[in-house]
Nanobody, 113 residues
């Protein structure tokens, strides 16, 4: 069974940057889609970035121009620049293969001065 391990979260000041990583136990071949989703306290989960196969990723309006999703052979990344307090949330990666969907464990990102 595929396992995903997230890393790279933490506490950062407003305007700072973080890069989240989502490392897969198997190579990222044959994916249908990949995404980063976040959930802030008391709020519903929100899609931050989603990509289908090799097509360019789509971003939620608040992330456009600041966040960039990318991948290599085994890892999905989310580069986050110009972070704002409203970006504070637990971030989850989600990979979907033809055989099913797998989620990362979630990682906390806190933006605060």
């Amino acid at each position: 069974q595929v396992q995903l391990v997230e890393s790279g979260g933490g506490l950062v000041r407003p305007g700072g940057s973080l890069r989240l990583s989502c490392r897969s136990s198997t190579k990222l071949f044959g994916l249908r889609s990949m995404a980063w989703v976040r959930q802030a306290p008391g709020k519903q989960r929100e899609m931050v970035a989603r990509g289908f196969n090799s097509q360019p990723a789509n971003y939620t309006d608040s992330a456009k121009g600041r966040f960039t999703m990318s991948r290599d052979t085994t890892t999905l990344y989310l580069q986050m620049d110009g972070l704002k307090p409203e970006d504070t949330a637990v971030y989850f990666c989600n990979l979907i293969w033809p055989g099913g969907s797998v989620w990362g464990q979630g990682i906390q990102v806190t933006v605060s001065s």
